[in-house]
């Protein structure tokens, strides 16, 4: 049974009227899930440990238990210790939701801003029960940001995505139409790749400039907090609680059946137009055309930064078809900014068409471009993406001053602000989490003799989750370390399961000279995530790398955090011990959904939302941010 048809069933159990034997019943049915589930789980390891040919397929179910210290892989450096800013301890869960009702109007607010109100329903607080270090039950209440984050979670469990902007366009004009308001300048940026950095250098050099800024983007790493920032910081748990439970109540009433991105991009309108913010730096979704931000009418600049084949059962199988989704940004009167790895005439015709003000490319503002910035690998050379990135939202601050500058003396001539060359090329040069992010851990191992060392270790963090991303990755590697060999590499990997395993397995092999050893197999507990033995059914030959047996679907481990205790933080961990003891560079790449348990291993401090989120994250989800089903279907099947 997937994820989200056992989360149906429960919401299900507990939208009934709640009796004393209904935990036990939840509890109980779950629990036989859960056996049926690890016997088949057990049955691919038992065929991987007999015949590294005779990998049995299954689906595993999603967020299930996670393995102890077992190893079927590489096992053999169980015995080294480390200690970094950020340990685990193991805790015992029983998951919150199979003993209470998922929803209840009696929840405390965490918040400690009087402005927002909490609950006043007199009934008792949902709570979870967990086990602490001497496994006595503690309970544990859901605030009100996590019922409320867990229910937009599920949002798309009762809720099916349909292709358009009807769901949307309701609930901008019932919240006031906020983003067309003419105080109010939208930056709105859609393209395959490079979409989300030119978003974040955008808003950071604006923010440099003293402008009050909004970002949109996604996905989020550790917080969905992350989605939605003002002037480079999360709105707040409080901001959450306040402005959700608002769009909720507005699609209550209504009757709108907003999914979780339509809602989540309302909820960011909303925030941005209450706390009074001056630009909006938007980030599409999925394509541009049907995506929920396109809301928007009268855009300040509109922003494409390059084409490729992605997604096309959704958004068309040629380069041309994708175009035009994307080019669906373009707005009437509007300037248009293009990337250079673009179908040109497709977007010029486009813009064309929608009469938009004009369409630029890089070079129309910023001169001819000189010699590319290289990255050179062992068999490729690779432009450098973050330099492409950097000149686009340089070209796209130049244009945006021009309206920025329009708009203020329209306004009265008072308080205009110039984007000076040098806040462009500061504010450039940051670079979103986990895009080539380096670091140094500081590590202690222990020797032989008993004595300990402490160790400095290079981690990088990266999200290729697909070949061209891993090709680029391994080039990058290479030239940014070039005097570290690639047989000085540790690398961590999860991967999605809608990506090609096989292929990417073999770039990250052939880096390590085929040492498989070298690599550590994870499995994220998001429902997208590949499970440990698809990857070894996708590639045989990483039979002998490091990754963990599940067990007992029932001990889901947690760590002081109330984190689940997956294989990502313990191979992690593993992985920063074996670097530490060789002295190698650790790589951790592959699906976000990896990286928050990753970065919490590595002692990153950064808001993070609780376990009790973190389980239904994904929930209804099948593929990037809203799975639309093809032209012919129009509704997601779950």
Request: hydrophobic share 35%.
């Given at each position: ?56 397929s299954i689906n595993i179910m999603s967020g299930g238990g996670r393995p102890s210290s077992s190893s079927l892989g590489n096992n053999s450096n169980n015995n080294i210790k480390s200690t970094t800013s950020a340990r685990s301890t193991t805790q015992s869960l029983q998951r919150p939701f199979l003993t ?65 902007l009807e769901n949307m366009d309701r609930l901008h004009k019932l919240l006031g139409s906020p983003m067309d308001q003419p105080n109010v300048s939208v930056v709105h940026i859609a393209g395959s790749n490079g979409k989300g950095s030119v978003a974040l250098k955008t808003a950071n050099t604006l923010q ?431």
């Open positions: 049974m997937t994820t989200a048809a056992r989360l149906l069933f429960f919401y299900v159990l507990s939208s009934t009227e709640t009796t004393s034997s209904q935990p036990f019943v939840c509890a109980m049915a779950l629990s036989n899930l859960r056996r049926a589930a690890f016997h088949q789980r057990s049955c691919v390891f038992r065929s991987a440990s007999s015949s590294s040919s005779c990998i049995s209470t009702p998922l929803f209840s109007s009696s929840i405390r607010s965490n918040s400690n801003d009087a402005s927002v109100p909490s609950s006043s329903s007199s009934s008792m607080p949902l709570k979870s029960n967990t086990s602490d270090g001497d496994d006595t039950n503690q309970p544990h209440e859901w605030s009100n940001y996590e019922r409320l984050v867990r229910k937009l979670y599920m949002t798309n469990l009762f809720n099916p995505v349909k292709l358009g440099r400039s003293n402008y009050k800024v909004g970002l949109f983007v996604s996905p989020h790493i550790s917080s969905f907090r992350e989605r939605i920032q003002i002037d480079g910081t999360p709105i707040s748990e409080s901001q959450v609680e306040r402005y959700l439970q608002e769009i909720f109540d507005i699609c209550e009433r209504e009757g709108i059946p907003a999914t979780f991105f339509e809602v989540t991009t309302a909820l960011a309108f909303h925030v941005f137009a209450e706390e009074g913010v001056e630009v909006v730096v938007l980030e599409t979704g999925l394509g541009g055309r049907l995506d929920a931000t396109n809301v928007v009418t009268r855009p300040a600049l509109s922003v494409i930064t390059s084409i490729g084949l992605e997604h096309t059962r959704i958004l068309g199988d040629t380069i041309e078809k994708i175009a035009l989704e994307k080019g669906g940004i373009i707005k009437e009167g509007c300037n248009v900014l293009v990337g250079k790895n673009v179908p040109l005439e497709v977007l010029q015709q486009c813009a064309k068409e929608k009469k938009a003000l004009e369409l630029y490319q890089c070079d129309d503002v910023m001169g001819p471009e000189g010699a590319p910035r290289l990255v050179r690998g062992m068999k490729e050379t690779f432009e450098d993406y973050d330099a492409e990135n950097s000149r686009t939202t340089s070209a796209a601050l130049v244009l945006l001053q021009f309206h920025l500058t329009q708009q203020k003396i329209e306004n009265g001539g008072e308080g205009i602000t110039l984007i000076t060359p040098d806040e462009i090329e500061k504010g450039v040069k940051i670079r979103p989490p986990c895009r080539f992010e380096e670091m140094d851990i500081p590590t202690t191992i222990k020797n032989d003799d008993g004595t300990t060392t402490e160790k400095i270790v290079r981690v990088v963090l990266d999200v290729a989750h697909n070949p061209q991303a891993m090709d680029y990755l391994i080039v990058k590697l290479r030239a940014s370390y070039p005097n570290n060999s690639p047989d000085n590499h540790r690398i961590v990997v999860g991967m999605s399961a809608d990506k090609d395993l096989t292929y990417c397995t073999e770039i990250l092999l052939d880096h390590v000279s085929h040492n498989s050893e070298k690599l550590h197999l994870v499995e994220a507990s998001h429902p997208r995530a590949a499970s440990i033995s698809s990857i070894l059914e996708a590639n045989s030959k990483l039979l002998d790398s490091h990754y963990d047996t599940p067990q007992n679907d029932d001990e889901i481990l947690l760590n002081e955090n109330g984190r689940d205790a997956s294989s990502v933080s313990k191979q992690v961990r593993r992985g920063l011990e074996l670097a530490a003891r060789n002295n190698e560079l650790l790589v951790v790449c592959g699906s976000v959904f990896i990286m928050a348990d990753a970065r919490e291993e590595l002692g990153i401090v950064e808001p993070r939302d609780s376990a009790v989120i973190a389980e239904v994250a994904g929930a209804g989800f099948k593929s990037s941010q809203e799975n639309f089903g093809d032209e012919k279907k129009k509704e997601i099947e779950i």
